[in-house]
């Protein structure tokens, strides 16, 4: 049986279909209305360097669902083994739904402990589903933060629990090459009369926007490249899939469950100019990456078990492999197994000759 909370949660919330999206100009009266630069505005970073090589290797685990003691969830733990092994990884990052019951404690570290393990530093964009259980939001990300080789450095004083910064250096260089964001997506709508899922806040948004403006001051007025993690696909998802004019490589085997509600995130992207693609997971079918507008709009493969719903078999990961020096970038999926698909290069492998 599929997960009939969340089909009942999606069929009641989307009644109707892309025209129930409404966009809302609540993040106009907060986003910053000048260029200014000010140092107490940067965020805590978790610096991150290349390798000798000039590589970095970043793979992206999505909707685990584990449930600790439930046999369902041995394809979830022993498919997180397996792609750690094959791809020996940089970095780890989590865009959420990671556990799926209680206990969320044991279940948390359960699922995470492969990458303490290895000594391999990740982080976690919470997903909609990690909090229902018997740990509220802020809960769940102080557990993961004790986590060993956790380098999440949450802020504090906004919408959601697990928004932050990592940056990625050239060795001997004090400006990032690149920046990573994670966004807390939330869970569910409160604003009264439009349900379904939540949205990345204005308050969010314009956290990003100071410290995107910083970090181009700081890089003489030049936008850094940057990529963006969390786990309910933007309404822009939704719209990429369904435009025939838009580049798509992966598999949509269903309807892109995004907010009703436009918060205005895309747009702020494309005003910094600094956003090159974005990862998240939430629809366990699919795995698709658009290029819409010039960003990347992209899904992770569905990593979990048979805690819920998963047609689109088996499972696996999405690996980001970065270039010292260059803002191109390589992206595959590692089938459970050791398969590899879609092995592409971005942007080279979507630019129609």
Not at 126 to 134: A, P, S, V
Not at 173 to 190: A, E, T
Request: net charge neutral.
């Amino acid at each position: 049986m599929k997960d009939i909370n969340r089909r009942t949660f999606i069929r009641n919330s989307a009644i109707a279909g892309t025209a129930g999206i409404v966009t809302t100009n609540a993040v106009a009266s907060n986003v910053l209305s000048s260029n200014e630069y000010s140092d107490k505005e940067i965020s805590p970073v978790s610096e991150l360097q290349f390798n000798n090589n000039g590589r970095f290797k970043i793979l992206q685990f999505a909707d685990t669902h584990y449930i600790a003691g439930d046999t369902r969830s041995k394809r979830a733990l022993d498919n997180v083994n397996q792609m750690l092994d094959l791809e020996k990884p940089d970095l780890v990052i989590h865009t959420g739904d990671v556990i799926f019951g209680k206990p969320a404690d044991k279940s948390l570290r359960e699922i995470l402990a492969p990458m303490s393990e290895r000594k391999i530093p990740f982080a976690v964009a919470l997903g909609n589903h990690d909090e229902e259980y018997d740990k509220n939001r802020d809960e769940v990300a102080e557990i993961i933060n004790t986590i060993p080789y956790n380098i999440n450095k949450n802020v504090k004083g906004i919408t959601g629990a697990t928004n932050c910064i990592l940056t990625l250096k050239a060795p001997k260089s004090n400006i990032p090459q690149w920046i990573f964001y994670l966004f807390d997506s939330n869970r569910s709508s409160h604003i009264e009369d439009i349900g379904g899922y939540d949205y990345i806040h204005p308050d969010q948004i314009n956290w990003y926007r100071k410290q995107s403006q910083n970090y181009t001051h700081k890089n003489n007025g030049k936008p850094i490249s940057s990529l963006a993690f969390f786990h309910i696909p933007i309404p822009e998802y939704k719209t990429a899939a369904s435009d025939d004019g838009t580049f798509l490589r992966g598999i949509r085997a269903e309807s892109v469950c995004s907010p009703k509600v436009n918060s205005g995130l895309f747009v702020s992207m494309k005003e910094m100019g600094d956003i090159r693609a974005t990862f998240v997971g939430h629809d366990h079918d699919c795995d698709f990456a658009a290029y819409w507008n010039k960003i990347f709009l992209i899904y992770g493969r569905f990593s979990g078990c048979d805690t819920v719903y998963n047609d689109i078999k088996p499972n696996g990961a999405r690996i980001i492999e970065l270039t010292e020096g260059k803002k191109n970038f390589r992206s595959w999926i590692r089938l459970y197994g050791g398969d590899i698909i879609q092995d592409l290069q971005y942007p080279d492998d979507f630019i129609k000759k």
